[in-house]
């Protein structure tokens, strides 16, 4: 297959739906909008070029306007082979003149060769969901080193990755780690990933959650998010850990603890977001009950074993509807949805605008710190000032009509002192 140089999306012919959509996602992000109508007074990022690789949806189409709003140059290319939505690359192509290379289905070979295509933008910031353009970068692509400023990193697997290239001294340029603002993964990754995941899961089955015993695996601020909402649909909710505290967390929070290899039995629906690999493995597969289904939510499709599947399964899988594949084992049937790959954003739409506004607010806000501030960052892993991720809370309380009080002077005095007693 020959790349277009131009863009490389599905067909240019769905833009006009995907804009409806965008601009739908555009009312809910109120904080990225105030942001755009400063950009568009400053532009603060007037001659960076920026290459994004990030998954492709209506959401991550108001941040790449508003980044071009700002003066930026951008690109866009996915960060799963699964996640575009096919109507907003075309619509970023026709409607707002950005480059996109990212098409739902693309195999692995294509996913790389659209990352390529991103990069030969030459940026000067990387922005990232998962670090593929800085390790690509890193690894094949040195000669781009010398232009970059900076980067930003979405997610929890990125930062990970950022941090083991930093403390190897492999890491040569700042980058913002978005996910540890305060206003990013105690929303996006909680209340982002529970609802998106679980919808995700009730798009590709139609199963009733209620009555259903729900396996989650981990406790971080994914995994617990989805815990809470598959409790909130009725599920009988087991968690799986290993860190000692997130399991004690998750025992006081009310769900049932126990190992995998235990779980595995009793499960119905299981769902990883870990960030680390197989974690439902073939001893796993082994005992599971017929009619067992498996997912995935984090960010990369290692926590189900499916090369160990595929080996001990009889026969080729089914695909027995979108996104639903039957694999059998020892007789039995078990299922794997969306390929094992994020399941909020192969089988749904991800996470909804209105959280996104403030995972996307400071994706704006880190470019901008990083233009400004880059002369003063060494290379390594940065997190957003807490004045900014403070005034994004403050910003999306005031788009939500929320008023809160504030110290008076008396109050404030109190809790700088420490004579004061009973
Ligand atoms: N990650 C999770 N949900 C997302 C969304 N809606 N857009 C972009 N990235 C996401």
């Known amino acids: 297959m020959t790349l277009n140089r131009e863009h490389d999306i599905k067909n240019l012919e769905l833009a006009t739906g995907g804009r409806y959509r965008i601009e739908w996602a555009e009312r809910e992000m109120p904080v990225l909008r105030a942001i755009r109508e400063r950009f568009k007074a400053e532009k603060p990022l007037a001659g960076m070029r920026v290459s994004a690789c ?12 508003t980044l071009q709003v700002g003066g930026a140059d951008v690109v866009l290319c996915a960060s799963n082979p699964l996640s575009t939505q096919d109507d907003v690359a075309a619509s970023l192509v026709t409607d707002y003149e950005i480059p996109v290379y990212a098409i739902k289905g693309e195999d692995n070979e294509i996913y790389y060769d659209h990352i390529k295509a991103a990069l030969d933008h030459q940026p000067h910031i990387t922005m990232d969901d998962g670090a593929d353009l800085v390790s690509t970068i890193h690894k094949t692509r040195r000669e781009l080193l010398e232009g970059i400023v900076g ?13 083991a290239m930093a403390k190897d001294g492999a890491l040569e340029f700042p980058v913002i780690a978005v996910n540890d603002s305060n206003t990013k993964h105690l929303f996006d990754n909680r209340y982002g990933t529970g ?5 995700g899961v009730i798009r590709a089955t139609n199963l009733l959650i209620a009555g259903r015993t729900i396996v989650v695996a981990g406790y971080g601020w994914c995994s617990r998010g989805i815990a809470d909402r598959a409790r909130g649909l009725g599920g009988n909710v087991v968690v799986t850990e290993v860190d000692p505290l997130r399991a004690l967390e998750a025992l006081m929070d009310g769900f049932r603890v126990m190992p995998m290899a235990e779980a595995a039995r009793v499960g119905d629906i299981f769902i990883t977001a870990t960030g680390d690999i197989n974690v439902l493995d073939v001893h796993h597969f082994e005992v599971m009950k017929p009619g067992a289904l498996v997912a995935n939510s984090g960010h990369f499709n290692v926590e189900i074993n499916l090369k160990g599947l595929t080996e001990i399964a009889e026969g080729a899988p089914k695909l027995v509807r979108p996104y639903v594949e039957e694999y059998r084992v020892g007789g039995k049937p078990l299922y794997v949805l969306g390929e094992g790959r994020l399941i909020n954003l192969a089988a749904a739409e991800g996470h909804p605008a209105s959280v996104m506004d ?35 809370a403050r910003l999306k309380l005031e788009s939500m009509g929320i008023a809160i009080d504030t110290l008076t002077d008396e109050q404030a005095h109190y809790l700088s002192q420490w004579e004061e007693g009973t």
């Open 358 to 392: 403030m995972s996307f607010a400071n994706q704006a806000l880190a470019a901008e710190y990083m233009v400004k501030n880059h002369a003063d960052l060494s290379s390594n892993v940065y997190t957003i000032p807490l004045a900014i991720d403070n005034e994004i």
């Open 195 to 199: 609802q998106s995941t679980l919808d």
């Open 54 to 65: 990030l998954h492709v949806t209506t959401e991550t189409a108001n941040l790449m306007h």
């Open 151 to 163: 980067g930003t990193e979405e997610t929890t697997t990125g930062v990970i990755r950022l941090r």
